[in-house]
């Protein structure tokens, strides 16, 4: 809690009454005076256990009389509670209903630990024909997964899976095998256990991997698509050409080798989405080369 | 007068601009309840990098409440997308709404090298276009760079081309003040051929010994020509280039400007070169 609860409430009173022409401060009006009554009620019902009255109670406060302190009890008690996406609202509402708090610093703390902190995604397949054992795991462009890690199989259902660590937001995830391949999308939101599930035919070939994540980008070798998985290009440089939306990108290189590993290319941008149809060329794109290499 | 070409290194006024818009301001004490949250929506989306998203809820906060702040964010997330002209619009929405803001000089300021901005022009084929990558970009007969190229042309119109190993593709475009554009130059054919003859000038004549087109790309055996125009109505002074082996494409670059006092068409500004079409 952010400082000593019944002395908020009267502060709360106190912050908002004009001082009058005789020295002293005018009634409160009725928001200020009803603020004050559903914040006192708040920490009240959060002293003996009940949390979600006890939010229901800052909401009220701050709909009467948005003052700083309410978002900030409001965030606390989310992070308590492990409301992650709503700490994060109030947090960031307390920061800008103060500025220039002395305690920002340990608030955008705060934020950052929240926003960074990750949730555990099911990923997994029914496919009984994908060769798991020898399967690297991407997440938008980075390995998280090599050959050999350990996954969960249920006996009865053959299903098989892996716990992903993701943040909150949309995530490219890859599967290469050394037979097969498969590329999808997963959503991490508040609340729920996300999942994904995938599958793949049993043979993919090829020893180059292109996996995009952001939308509107498109890459062409010799004019076939290859903007979502793996392809069969000849040992040797590649050029690949790169549009977004409608806008020529400059052209990528890709190497593929001879020695039987992947060549695995992630593009994305750093520039967001866009609106409007702004900005009116390519956008700034990342390129994330790297050789996966499967055991003989 | 050739038209001169002011800077052909992307890194412009405008991406500067683009790198460092003014810092995003705060809802205050005035947003009520439920614009105040459509515009924290709005910055958690900008900070997501969701623009479309950013756009949808600052403008759903100014239909709740019209405040200065709010168009101050729009501004700002107008111009990180160069969208000038909107973003002038709202920064002067915002100088209306808060005319007392202690940053108003530096906003108006902001407004006027804006609108004072040089041209932007941005040069690239379609996505839809079967032509190679490494595409040479020429400007005015200049060569400007491999596409996609930004460049800062003077204001006025320009001719630009687009050649791959197995296409050319040209047309014109309007260079304007303050204005970013994209000008998409390629074509969904195959053109090969050796010779280009470039111009913003229209000219077709045959001078009996060889045809001659501009803007078309076509072959001729290697070897020196000199042509004076058409037989009809001979050029002031001779059009005079070589043909270079392959796989150099020869481009030549020439004006045709009516001399009324000579009563013949002069050929002017020729440039000759020889081009090697492939990755940089």
């Given at each position: 809690m952010k400082v000593g609860r019944t002395a908020l409430a009267g502060l709360v009173l106190a912050w908002a009454a004009p001082v009058g022409a005789d020295g002293r401060k005018a009634a409160p009006d009725k928001f200020e005076k009803a603020a004050a009554a559903a914040f006192a009620q708040a920490i009240s019902a959060d002293d003996r256990g009940d949390r979600e009255a006890a939010y229901r109670f800052y909401e009220t406060a701050y709909q009467l009389v948005p003052a700083p302190e309410t978002a900030f009890n409001m965030g606390e008690l989310d992070e308590r509670s492990g409301n992650v996406g709503r700490a994060i609202e109030n947090y960031t509402r307390y920061?800008?209903?103060?500025?220039?708090?002395?305690?920002?610093?340990?608030?955008?703390?705060?934020?950052?630990?929240?926003?960074?902190?990750?949730?555990?995604?099911?990923?997994?397949?029914?496919?009984?024909?994908?060769?798991?054992?020898?399967?690297?795991?991407?997440?938008?462009?980075?390995?998280?997964?090599?050959?050999?890690?350990?996954r969960r199989t249920d006996p009865t259902t053959a299903r098989r899976s892996w716990d992903l660590p993701m943040t909150r937001g949309t995530h490219t995830v890859d599967i290469l095998t050394p037979l097969t391949a498969a590329h999808g999308t997963a959503e991490v939101t508040e609340g729920t256990r996300p999942t994904m599930q995938f599958t793949a035919p049993a043979r993919v070939d090829g020893a180059a991997f292109v996996s995009i994540g952001a939308d509107g980008l498109d890459l062409r070798w010799k004019n076939q698509a290859v903007s979502a998985g793996r392809f069969a290009a000849p040992p040797g440089k590649h050029r690949l050409k790169v549009d977004d939306a409608t806008f020529e990108c400059a052209p990528h290189t890709l190497e593929v080798r001879s020695d039987g590993s992947v060549t695995y290319l992630f593009v994305t941008t750093t520039e967001g989405t866009r609106y409007s149809g702004g900005p009116k060329r390519c956008r700034n794109l990342v390129f994330r080369e790297q050789r996966l290499v499967f055991k003989p | 007068m050739l038209r001169s070409i002011a800077c052909l290194v992307c890194l412009s006024w405008v991406?500067?601009?683009?790198?460092?818009?003014?810092?995003?301001?705060?809802?205050?004490?005035?947003?009520?309840?439920?614009?105040?949250?459509?515009?924290?929506?709005?910055?958690?989306?900008?900070?997501?990098?969701?623009?479309?998203?950013?756009?949808?809820?600052?403008?759903?906060?100014?239909?709740?409440?019209?405040?200065a702040n709010t168009a101050?964010?729009?501004?700002?997330?107008?111009?990180?997308?160069?969208?000038?002209?909107?973003?002038?619009?709202?920064?002067?929405?915002?100088?209306?709404?808060?005319?007392?803001?202690?940053?108003?000089?530096?906003?108006?300021?902001?407004?006027?090298?804006?609108?004072?901005?040089?041209?932007?022009?941005?040069?690239?084929?379609?996505?839809?276009?079967?032509?190679?990558?490494?595409?040479?970009?020429?400007?005015?007969?200049?060569?400007?760079?491999?596409?996609?190229?930004?460049?800062?042309?003077?204001?006025?119109?320009?001719?630009?081309?687009?050649?791959?190993?197995?296409?050319?593709?040209?047309?014109?475009?309007?260079?304007?003040?303050?204005?970013?554009?994209?000008?998409?130059?390629?074509?969904?054919?195959?053109?090969?051929?050796?010779?280009?003859?470039?111009?913003?000038?229209?000219?077709?004549?045959?001078?009996?010994?060889?045809?001659?087109?501009?803007?078309?790309?076509?072959?001729?055996?290697?070897?020196?020509?000199?042509?004076?125009?058409?037989?009809?109505?001979?050029?002031?002074?001779?059009?005079?280039?070589?043909?270079?082996?392959?796989?150099?494409?020869?481009?030549?670059?020439?004006?045709?400007?009516?001399?009324?006092?000579?009563?013949?068409?002069?050929?002017?500004?020729?440039?000759?070169?020889?081009?090697?079409?492939?990755?940089?």
């Amino acid at each position: 809690m952010k400082v000593g609860r019944t002395a908020l409430a009267g502060l709360v009173l106190a912050w908002a009454a004009p001082v009058g022409a005789d020295g002293r401060k005018a009634a409160p009006d009725k928001f200020e005076k009803a603020a004050a009554a559903a914040f006192a009620q708040a920490i009240s019902a959060d002293d003996r256990g009940d949390r979600e009255a006890a939010y229901r109670f800052y909401e009220t406060a701050y709909q009467l009389v948005p003052a700083p302190e309410t978002a900030f009890n409001m965030g606390e008690l989310d992070e308590r509670s492990g409301n992650v996406g709503r700490a994060i609202e109030n947090y960031t509402r307390y920061l800008a209903l103060a500025p220039k708090g002395a305690d920002r610093k340990d608030v955008e703390a705060r934020l950052a630990r929240l926003r960074t902190g990750s949730v555990a995604v099911d990923v997994f397949t029914m496919s009984p024909t994908v060769d798991l054992a020898d399967a690297y795991v991407l997440v938008d462009g980075a390995v998280v997964l090599r050959p050999g890690a350990v996954r969960r199989t249920d006996p009865t259902t053959a299903r098989r899976s892996w716990d992903l660590p993701m943040t909150r937001g949309t995530h490219t995830v890859d599967i290469l095998t050394p037979l097969t391949a498969a590329h999808g999308t997963a959503e991490v939101t508040e609340g729920t256990r996300p999942t994904m599930q995938f599958t793949a035919p049993a043979r993919v070939d090829g020893a180059a991997f292109v996996s995009i994540g952001a939308d509107g980008l498109d890459l062409r070798w010799k004019n076939q698509a290859v903007s979502a998985g793996r392809f069969a290009a000849p040992p040797g440089k590649h050029r690949l050409k790169v549009d977004d939306a409608t806008f020529e990108c400059a052209p990528h290189t890709l190497e593929v080798r001879s020695d039987g590993s992947v060549t695995y290319l992630f593009v994305t941008t750093t520039e967001g989405t866009r609106y409007s149809g702004g900005p009116k060329r390519c956008r700034n794109l990342v390129f994330r080369e790297q050789r996966l290499v499967f055991k003989p | 007068m050739l038209r001169s070409i002011a800077c052909l290194v992307c890194l412009s006024w405008v991406g500067q601009v683009r790198a460092d818009p003014p810092p995003r301001k705060l809802p205050t004490a005035a947003y009520p309840a439920a614009a105040r949250a459509e515009f924290e929506e709005a910055m958690r989306s900008e900070d997501a990098g969701d623009n479309q998203r950013a756009y949808n809820s600052y403008n759903a906060s100014s239909e709740l409440s019209k405040q200065a702040n709010t168009a101050f964010n729009l501004g700002r997330l107008y111009l990180r997308q160069e969208l000038t002209e909107a973003a002038i619009v709202a920064f002067e929405d915002y100088l209306r709404i808060a005319n007392k803001a202690a940053d108003g000089p530096v906003v108006q300021k902001l407004i006027a090298d804006l609108k004072r901005m040089p041209p932007s022009v941005r040069i690239g084929g379609d996505a839809m276009s079967v032509d190679e990558p490494d595409a040479l970009i020429l400007v005015d007969g200049v060569v400007v760079g491999h596409s996609p190229v930004s460049i800062q042309p003077s204001v006025g119109t320009h001719h630009v081309e687009r050649i791959t190993r197995s296409t050319y593709a040209q047309s014109s475009f309007e260079a304007n003040v303050g204005a970013i554009s994209y000008e998409q130059v390629s074509v969904l054919e195959s053109q090969p051929g050796n010779f280009i003859l470039s111009s913003p000038d229209d000219q077709r004549w045959h001078d009996g010994k060889t045809g001659f087109q501009t803007n078309l790309r076509y072959d001729l055996p290697v070897g020196a020509y000199r042509s004076m125009g058409p037989p009809a109505a001979r050029f002031c002074n001779a059009l005079e280039f070589k043909i270079a082996p392959p796989p150099a494409i020869t481009h030549v670059y020439a004006r045709f400007v009516r001399d009324d006092t000579a009563k013949c068409t002069r050929v002017r500004d020729v440039r000759v070169q020889a081009l090697i079409v492939g990755p940089p």
